[in-house]
């Protein structure tokens, strides 16, 4: 009841507001007149001054007492009509809200039945089942109790069985040490081979090694061969190259002294110096054949040399014949120079090769090096790529961290207002119920008591010009949607603009003014003007008008 008291006060004030307005609704197609709802901004009607110009007296009596009660009543009527219009409005709103909640309980106890329906017959073929495992079960274990009582049967005749094998294990027992005994002596026998294997592989790897050195010494012989070999045909050719100069120069010193001679003889002195060139020349032979008789000498004691070298060498051989397979035959140097000319192209070869394997290694080198540098370059790139991906995530992390918060705003709404929500629709179903029913009862009874009262001619509805929108309406079968008509009267003529608020709450059904407009624009009620748009303050008074609602 302390909800009910704070909350009347409010619907008051707001019928208050509302019933000065008298707004009417009607259908488009019975007035003819353009309709202006909008969300953002409020209703506003207005009425012409000259509404009842033609009834109004030309002389200005002053009013009676009679015509101020008269005027309060209505007053209060139209204050009443405009709560009855807003309860009856929320009435059928929340009708249509309490049958959509009835077909989704409906739809959800169906949906509950056919579930449980399912889980019943889930738990019915689980319950088959399980019966049908617990017969099996039954069957398995009697079929092991049988077993059971078939094993202590036979239970004895195991024992007697295993007491005669402990007597044959007693028997057995000599037997057993015997083979043992011979086991350890072939076990002694086994070691005693390993040993010998084991001493016989010592000695054949010595052997291996003993092999590998005299290999070894062997190529460092043909080694040390193949390089006194190498020296001597470098010693040859050097001899060769010096013996190539000194035929060289000694052609170039008899060319010299043949051009001098020319020289002598072309440029000589004259008779004069007949003498002198005659010396010279003497001089010069001279010279020449000293050097004769010095080669002819030197050819001849090289002769003598060989010859005794020769003699010399047949006489050692003759008197040694176990070394001369010392001295190297023509044939064996001939084969000798060739094995050295082959050695020497293979190591030119293998030169070659090295050469071409170090260009390779170069080139792989400086590929492994291509390679390391655009591993590194990836390795950046992609330690880039991480880092931009790893701010994504976070950014989608915060994002989704504010998303849950409004979410969780959301859903906080949502309960408050689903709370709102029932709380009103007990207020209504409930305490509201009886003040409702007074509102009706008192507005029966006042419009008895008006009905049965003689009204005014200044003031009566049937000279005004709402009649003829009346009238209208009913030729146009619009009177079968209007659901109230209200009636009131205005003392001073004013064009002043009221606003009837139109917010509504999260598109709920609710909101918190409580005027006879915003219940129409939740219900999808549109509201068409009639006389124009007539608009009053809270005054005492306002030209009789029409309101009729049609419903979408």
Same mark, same amino acid.
């Given at each position: 009841?302390?909800?009910?008291? &704070? *909350? ?15 707004? /009417?609704? @009607? ?27 033609? /009834? ?7 009013? /009676? ?246 003699? @010399?060498?047949?006489?050692?051989v003759r008197d040694f014949p176990d070394i001369a397979h010392l001295f190297l035959t023509d044939r064996e ?117 008006? @009905? ?20 209208? *309406? ?7 949607? *209007?659901? /109230? ?5 205005? &003392? ?22 409580? *005027? ?21 303050? @809270? ?14």
């Open positions: 009841m302390s909800a009910l008291k &704070t *909350s009347l006060p409010l619907f008051q004030t707001t019928s208050a507001s509302s019933s000065s307005s008298t707004s /009417s609704y @009607s259908n488009t197609s019975a007035t003819g007149m353009s309709s202006t709802t909008t969300t953002s901004s409020p209703y506003a009607y207005r009425s012409s001054p000259s509404l009842y110009s033609e /009834s109004r007296p030309s002389i200005n009596k002053p009013p /009676s007492l009679f015509n101020q009660t008269r005027e309060k009543e209505k007053l209060e009527l139209s204050t009443l009509n405009d709560k009855f219009a807003d309860y009856v409005e929320k009435v059928r709103y929340l009708e249509a809200q309490n049958k959509k909640v009835q077909m989704e309980t409906n739809t959800l106890n169906e949906k509950q039945q056919n579930h449980c329906q399912r889980v019943k017959s889930m738990f019915e073929n689980e319950i088959a089942q399980m019966k049908e495992l617990a017969e099996k079960l039954f069957k398995d274990k009697n079929a092991i109790v049988y077993a059971a009582k078939d094993a202590q049967n036979t239970l004895p005749m195991v024992r007697q069985r295993l007491n005669q094998t402990f007597k044959e294990s007693d028997s057995s027992k000599y037997e057993t040490e015997k083979v043992e005994r011979q086991l350890s002596s072939i076990e002694g026998d086994i070691i005693m081979f390993k040993r010998r294997l084991a001493h016989q592989d010592d000695e054949h790897n010595q052997w291996k090694q003993l092999t590998t050195h005299i290999q070894r010494l062997l190529l460092q012989a043909k080694n040390e061969t193949h390089n006194e070999n190498l020296t001597k045909n470098s010693c040859e050719q050097a001899t060769k190259q010096l013996r190539a100069d000194i035929a060289k120069l000694r052609e170039q010193n008899q060319q010299k002294l043949a051009d001098l001679k020319q020289n002598t003889f072309v440029f000589g002195p004259n008779a004069n110096n007949d003498r002198a060139h005659m010396f010279k020349s003497e001089l010069s032979s001279a010279i020449r054949k000293i050097r004769q008789e010095f080669e002819r000498e030197n050819d001849r004691q090289r002769a003598e040399l060989y010859a005794k070298f020769t003699q @010399s060498y047949e006489s050692i140097q001939e084969r000798i120079r060739q094995e050295e000319e082959r050695l020497r192209l293979e190591l030119q070869r293998i030169k070659n090769e090295t050469n071409t394997l170090k260009q390779k290694n170069g080139e792989l080198r400086l590929r492994t090096r291509e390679l390391q540098i655009n591993l590194e370059m990836t390795i950046e790139e992609n330690q880039r790529f991480e880092k931009i991906q790893q701010n994504e995530i976070d950014q989608l992390k915060t994002k989704q961290e504010r998303v849950s918060k409004d979410y969780d705003e959301v859903i906080t709404k949502q309960s408050s207002l689903e709370k709102e929500i029932e709380t009103y629709r007990n207020l209504l179903e409930g305490t509201m119920k009886t003040v409702v029913d007074t509102i009706t009862d008192e507005y029966s009874t006042s419009s008895s008591a008006q @009905s049965n009262r003689p009204a005014p001619r200044s003031v009566s509805v049937d000279r005004s010009r709402s009649s003829t929108y009346l009238s209208n *309406s009913r030729l146009n079968g619009t009177s079968n949607n *209007s659901y /109230s008509r209200f009636i009131n009267q205005k &003392t001073n003529a004013t064009n002043d603009v009221i606003e009837i608020p139109t917010n509504v709450v999260n598109g709920n059904g609710l909101a918190p003014s409580k *005027s006879a407009g915003d219940l129409s624009l939740k219900n999808g009620i549109h509201a068409v003007e009639i006389n124009g748009t007539s608009t009053t303050s @809270s005054q005492p008074a306002v030209p009789p008008t029409v309101l009729q609602t049609r419903r979408s």
